[in-house]
């Protein structure tokens, strides 16, 4: 595999922090947190392929997976010749930087991911619960689809971004999950990767794992179990659902901070 680096954008001079996005906002999502983190590090924002191919009118590649984004990260921190780095990841993004860090432990200095859809960790821990298979039905569902408003807003409920009812196309990142819905279409991906315990339990990289309050039953279990897992691994709760560390950014980059000064004796 020897993909072409994912689109990014590369601010502020000092260590690098390496910021990867979610499955339908995208790397516009980082730019408030980018902005600050700017005055003393260097921060590198990364596109998802999934987004890139959505906006471009592309469709997706038959063998469109988990490896796909990682082995781009890869390839994208190679190009900007980064040895070891500190890894963010919101949501898909936080899935897709767990699994670099298992499969690269070397080049993550520490991992912070806000709820990631990390499923074959409830998998391996045997929590299917109903609610764990009802997602991954709902998500298979509209595999290879062309996904409609209505998918698009079931989809946000499940996600924990809303309730049913709400007035979604009064929120600020309407037209952005608008535009970007088709991505919706390759969640069923998520499901189909495959990681082990054994693997989680001997990364010695530090992880904050960080779930809202509100937030789905299947989310907040795998960012308990991240956190109670990984050797060096801590749970942050922030007030709010999916989307806690935009509604609570200025907590969120205390706490990142913090956290990124932790070196692994």
Same mark, same amino acid.
């Given at each position: 595999?020897?993909?072409?680096?994912?689109?990014?954008?590369?601010?502020?001079?000092?260590?690098?922090?390496?910021?990867?996005?979610?499955?339908?906002?995208?790397?516009?999502?980082?730019?408030?947190?980018? @902005?600050?983190? *700017?005055?003393?590090?260097? =921060?590198i &924002?990364?596109? #998802?392929? %999934?987004?890139? $191919? +959505?906006?471009?009118?592309?469709?997706?590649?038959?063998?469109?997976?988990?490896?796909? @984004?990682?082995? *781009?990260?890869?390839?994208? =921190?190679d &190009?900007?010749? #980064?040895? %070891?780095?500190? $890894? +963010?990841?919101?949501?898909?993004?936080?899935?897709?930087?767990?699994?670099?860090?298992? @499969?690269?432990?070397?080049?993550?200095?520490?991992?912070?991911?806000?709820?990631?859809?990390?499923?074959?960790?409830?998998?391996?821990?045997?929590?299917?619960?109903?609610?764990?298979?009802?997602?991954?039905?709902?998500?298979?569902?509209v595999?290879?689809?062309?996904?409609?408003?209505?998918?698009?807003?079931?989809?946000?409920?499940?996600?924990?971004?809303?309730?049913?009812g709400?007035?979604?196309?009064?929120m600020?990142?309407?037209?952005?999950w608008?535009?970007?819905?088709?991505?919706?279409?390759?969640?069923g991906?998520?499901?189909?990767?495959?990681?082990?315990?054994?693997?989680?339990?001997?990364?010695?990289?530090?992880?904050?794992?960080?779930?809202?309050?509100?937030?789905?039953?299947?989310?907040?279990?795998?960012?308990?179990?991240?956190?109670?897992?990984?050797?060096?691994?801590?749970?942050?709760?922030?007030?709010?659902?999916?989307?806690?560390?935009?509604?609570?950014?200025?907590?969120?980059?205390?706490?990142?901070?913090?956290?990124?000064?932790?070196?692994?004796?």
């Amino acid at each position: 595999m020897n993909p072409l680096p994912l689109l990014h954008d590369v601010t502020g001079v000092g260590e690098p922090i390496v910021m990867v996005p979610g499955g339908l906002s995208g790397w516009q999502s980082w730019i408030p947190f980018a @902005e600050p983190l *700017a005055n003393d590090r260097q =921060v590198i &924002r990364v596109q #998802l392929r %999934s987004i890139e $191919l +959505v906006e471009a009118g592309q469709s997706f590649p038959s063998d469109y997976g988990t490896l796909t @984004e990682r082995e *781009a990260l890869r390839a994208t =921190v190679d &190009r900007l010749g #980064l040895t %070891s780095f500190d $890894l +963010v990841g919101w949501s898909y993004g936080g899935h897709i930087a767990l699994a670099f860090a298992l @499969e690269y432990p070397q080049r993550v200095r520490t991992l912070t991911v806000i709820e990631p859809p990390a499923f074959w960790i409830m998998r391996e821990s045997g929590r299917t619960t109903a609610s764990f298979r009802q997602h991954e039905a709902e998500d298979r569902a509209v595999a290879g689809r062309e996904i409609t408003i209505a998918d698009l807003k079931d989809f946000l409920v499940r996600a924990g971004l809303g309730q049913p009812g709400d007035a979604f196309e009064s929120m600020p990142g309407w037209p952005v999950w608008v535009r970007n819905r088709q991505s919706i279409a390759t969640n069923g991906t998520i499901w189909d990767y495959v990681d082990s315990l054994d693997r989680l339990r001997r990364l010695d990289v530090p992880v904050l794992a960080v779930k809202g309050s509100e937030t789905n039953d299947v989310l907040a279990a795998i960012s308990e179990d991240l956190a109670e897992q990984a050797p060096h691994g801590r749970l942050l709760e922030l007030p709010g659902g999916h989307a806690c560390h935009i509604q609570n950014m200025d907590r969120f980059l205390v706490a990142l901070a913090a956290h990124t000064a932790v070196v692994v004796a």
